[in-house]
């Protein structure tokens, strides 16, 4: 069956980077080498499959009660031992697995976004650029940054870059992503972003890779990208401008074809060094379109034109909102809002993880045969039911092949209610984090 495949795939990208454990360790040639009661494929199969719940009753669902479970300390001591990226590369061996088993569309839907995530910790564990503040806790907390991106017809995270939170940086973790994304034959990558990802050298990073980008941009009376160019009487429009970047404002410099931006020395542009006399050519578009009676968006893209005019472009942007409802599925549902350590290394460790494990439970989501019948909603897979079906079945240990995931799925169903509205609550935005914690790790 299909969930015996896709656990198939997981096993066997765990066994690939186990293989080559000595890549994944702080002391090559001694660490994790001994076949223990914890050796690395169970100690990551543990990490992806762990829940919410402290460590001591997560080792007991993991070996199944046994008298010998391994303690908490035990789990830290080889945890001390992996680094975080192993679990990052089991999470692209697995999404590499499932491209080539899956058949893919023309174009991948790439949505760009950033989530922030706060643990707890103190001097000796975590170094400062993870230190926010003291204001809601008497010892303060820690925070990271999660840069991702997400495949909106999939809705499963492709890539991911981790960040302390003072050295957040989300267009450089663009850009980082876009250069190392995997390109698939016969298939463009669409990347897509919020304003907060609009600028001439993430453009610049997407169109080097013969790829297709979309942001969203402030708007044309403001003094954002889009601002100073020359635009028709109508609100609402679609045109295409030529820009050519200079980072250079001497006389010499020769005539160009149709705008000329000048980049400054504090604004990154990796294609052209501050003070050349090089130049960069942009051709894309400027779609602007009403959201509501007095309102209008607007958005920079290079994809063309004929097979993408602006009301698709519209679709297209607003389908952006399926990464942050995954942020919040991951964070409330699959589990990173709690964490099980005060280190930041063992935090990097339990994001893949759970990335993993996000990715595996939409995977088996996507391919649930859900039977409609006669009745007032549609119905889908109930995501939480469905995250700790996947969370036990994900084990590494005996007597768990034997869940028929797929069949549970389907009978595990909720209405869809797309009609349904709730304003946006006015507290704050910091929420203390919970913790499960056995010991310090």
């Known amino acids: 069956m299909f969930h015996q495949k896709i656990k198939s795939l997981f096993s066997s990208s765990v066994s690939s980077i186990v293989s080559n454990i000595d890549q994944y360790t702080n002391n090559p040639g001694k660490d994790l080498t001994r076949n223990k009661k914890f050796p690395a494929d169970k100690l990551i199969s543990f990490l ?16 199944d009660m046994d008298i010998h479970t391994p303690t908490a300390s035990a789990l830290n001591q080889q945890r001390a031992k992996l680094k975080s990226d192993a679990l990052e590369a089991v999470f692209k061996n697995f999404n590499s697995s499932v491209n080539s088993l899956e058949k893919l569309s023309r174009y991948r839907f790439l949505a760009a976004d950033g989530a922030t995530f706060t643990f707890f910790s103190n001097p000796s564990f975590a170094p ?41 940086d989300e267009f450089s973790a663009f850009c980082d992503i876009v250069d190392r994304h995997e390109i698939l034959e016969d298939i463009k990558n669409i990347f897509i972003g919020d304003r907060g990802y609009c600028s001439y050298n993430n453009m ?21 990208l889009v601002g100073g160019f020359d635009f028709p009487n109508d609100e609402s429009f679609d045109i295409t401008v030529k820009v050519t970047l200079v980072r250079n404002q001497s006389k010499g ?19 052209v060094e501050y003070g050349s006399k090089d130049t960069y050519f942009l ?11 007095s309102s209008y968006e607007c958005i920079v893209t290079n994809l063309p034109d004929d097979e993408f005019p ?16 995954s942020f919040r599925k991951l964070k409330y549902t699959i589990g990173l809002s709690n964490f099980h350590s005060y280190k930041p290394e063992y935090i990097k460790q339990e994001i893949w993880a759970k990335l993993i ?23 889908k897979v109930n995501f939480s039911v469905a995250a700790h079906i996947c969370r036990v079945f994900l084990r590494l240990t005996s007597g768990k092949d034997s869940i028929d995931v797929m069949s549970l799925l389907q009978k595990e169903l909720i209405p869809i209610r797309n009609e349904r509205q709730y304003p946006r609550l006015k507290t704050a935005h910091f929420r203390k984090p919970r913790y499960f914690i056995y010991r310090a790790a």
């Open 310 to 325: 602006p009301e698709r472009i519209k679709n297209i942007y607003f389908s952006r909102w399926g990464i942050e409802s």
């Open 48 to 63: 992806v499959s762990q829940g919410s719940s402290s460590t001591k009753n997560e080792l007991l669902d993991f070996f």
């Open 357 to 379: 494990a996000y990715n595996i439970t939409e995977i088996l989501i996507n391919h649930t045969v859900v039977e409609q019948k006669q009745t007032k909603h549609e119905y």
């Open 204 to 224: 610049a990073h997407v169109i080097e890779n013969n790829q297709f980008f979309l942001f969203r941009t402030k708007d044309i009376h403001s003094k954002g």
């Open 283 to 293: 051709s894309f578009r400027i779609v602007r379109f009403p959201i509501s009676d």
């Open 128 to 168: 400062t650029e993870y230190y926010v503040s003291s204001g809601h806790s008497a010892k303060g907390f820690y925070s990271m940054h999660l840069n991702a991106f997400y495949d909106l017809n999939k809705h499963t995270y492709t890539d991911a870059i981790i960040q302390p939170v003072h050295n957040k």
């Open 253 to 271: 410099m020769p005539p160009v074809e149709g705008y000329r931006r000048f980049v400054d020395k504090s604004t990154s542009f990796d294609f």
